[in-house]
């Protein structure tokens, strides 16, 4: 909370602290800000992720939300130099670039040049927080709630909303190196399932909201093929695999119907679901 409660700007900022039932006197803590005029804090019982994200997103009061996880912090100046690059461009999205720290000890993380885009791929990390977006974008739009990797939510629909995407060289964002979270402990849990569903989900939701299964889209779609067998693999099952391979090529008849790609380095999975060849796409999703 220091962290971004500190922040220099010339930009007006209003945090929303959500307190989703944490156990461990987080809600003692964030005591302390509640007299701070641009400080709203939500109690709430535990949502996850997900829950949390989507009911701060209900007091958005200005024109671009930024996302900070309960662990990390923003970096000092992160404000301005994401709004300056915001306001400079009319920009949907600004990124930066962020470092990692673990036991106190920063280290270098992923450092952007300064780009302005219409294509996410590539360009854009695909977790939700180091950027500032466009607070209109969620009007329509929520986090899906009960998975893991809910964030599959940037790059499959949100970045498709957008059409001016900037990346900037500045650090913005502080990352934790946590042994206990998601991305290290998921190898082998069942809930590594959730990354189907959650593709599902989000392919229905896309569905829903209207938006053209672009090319763009259908690209995005073959690259969380490979992810979710990555993912799903490590449950060492292959009953389990060829279900996930069937409701893959399911999904891609349902919302792909005359799509191909151009990509050559995604033709290979693309027609092993059009074959319906559980071998090859096994074998090219663990490449």
Excluded at 47 to 76: E, Q, T, W
Excluded at 129 to 141: A, D
Aim: charged residues 25%; contains cysteine.
């Amino acid at each position: 909370m220091d962290s971004i409660i500190n922040q220099q700007t010339k930009y007006r900022f209003l945090v929303v602290a959500v307190n989703d039932g944490s156990p461990d006197g987080s809600r003692e803590i964030l005591r302390k800000y509640e007299s701070l005029a641009n400080v709203i804090i939500i109690d709430q019982e535990n949502k996850g992720f997900s829950g949390a994200r989507n009911s701060g997103l209900k007091h958005i009061r200005a024109k671009y939300v930024s996302f900070v996880d309960s662990d990390d912090k923003m970096m000092p100046g992160a404000i301005e130099a994401m709004m300056d690059a915001a306001v400079k461009n009319e920009a949907d999205i600004v990124e930066g670039s962020y470092k990692t720290f673990y036991n106190n000890e920063e280290h270098d993380g992923c450092r952007h040049e300064y780009t302005v885009t219409d294509q996410c791929q590539g360009k854009l990390f695909g977790f939700p927080w180091g950027k500032v977006i466009r607070s209109t974008k969620f009007q329509s739009l929520c986090f899906p709630e009960g998975y893991w990797f809910e964030d599959t939510l940037f790059c499959f629909i949100l970045y498709s909303m957008c059409t001016k995407m900037v990346t900037i060289p500045d650090d913005v964002y502080l990352y934790r190196i946590n042994p206990k979270g998601i991305s290290s402990t998921s190898v082998g849990n069942p809930k590594v399932i959730d990354s189907l569903l959650v593709t599902l989900q989000l392919l229905e939701d896309a569905k829903t909201l209207g938006l053209p299964m672009t090319a763009q889209f259908y690209d995005m779609f073959l690259r969380q093929v490979r992810m979710n067998y990555s993912r799903i693999s490590t449950l060492h099952d292959s009953s389990i695999d060829r279900r996930v391979f069937a409701a893959t090529c399911r999904a891609k008849r349902q919302y792909f119907p005359t799509e191909h790609t151009s990509n050559p380095h995604l033709k290979p999975i693309e027609q092993a679901l059009d074959e319906h060849d559980f071998g090859k796409y096994c074998v090219l999703c663990s490449i």
